[in-house]
């Protein structure tokens, strides 16, 4: 087993896990717990795979910043809209957002 | 004779953050209280931080640690205050059976699969990554990624932009 293939699992545990979280937890925030760390583990495993192989090492790095940025965009987003939710139906809870009018 | 010790120094390093990791994951997705999960969510990120230290990749480490413990941790924090989810609130109820199977099932699945990937395609690695300048970084950045990195400069806008956007429209409504 090479030392890639190391990190490729742990990225893997990360993806597994937060797929667990987002279909465990019961609050809106607990999923997005979950999603912060498959893309972790994204980020984790771009990189493993740049620089341990031949491949261009900038290539990896870059791969790694982007999915960040991304992370980043996209907590704030769910931020806003975690605020609206929790004023228009008092909580955040994933069970009961059952209509889409407010 | 001290190559040896080094190498045994870093699978040490890989394995401790590694743990870290696996505690921090568990942490994050079973803790009952949501303040907690997050110190779980930090403890992960700042443990794959230390797998990019050890993969010879300082400036994207103290990046993950800048951007995600710092900006996203608190911005999580936020929401989990903000909505006023408290802490032992809204995730202590009891969570029935079924929910942990179809959850365990979910999460399992893909593990397989991509775990016997990982396992049997994998081309042989580097035990020793070398480091990249960050000035290289910053000029592949700017010539043969200008476009990915523009994009995102846009998405980071826009996303901040609706942002701001939506929590006005919470304070009109009110």
Redesign the interface.
Known sequence: ??????????A??????????I????????T???I??IL?GA??SI??SA???PAP??L???G???V????????????????????RFK???AGKLITMRG | MENLEYERLAWAVLFGHIAIIVVGGFMTVLSQSLVRALVGLIMTLLGVAGLFFLMAAPFIALMQILIYVGAVSVLIFFAIMLTSAWPGGDESGKISFRRIIFAGLAAVSPAIFLGMAAIHTAPPSFLVPHETEVSTLGRFFLEDFILPFELISLLLTVAMAGAVVLAFEMRRKK
């Open positions: 087993m090479s030392v890639m293939t190391i990190y490729h699992l742990v893997i545990f990360l993806l597994c896990i937060g797929i667990f979280g279909a465990y937890r019961r609050t809106l925030i607990g997005v717990l979950g912060e760390l972790n980020g984790l990189m493993a620089q341990l192989t090492d900038e990896g790095q870059v790694t910043l982007l960040m940025g991304i992370a980043a965009a996209e907590a704030t987003l769910l931020l806003a809209i975690f605020l609206v939710v929790s004023r909580n955040v809870d």
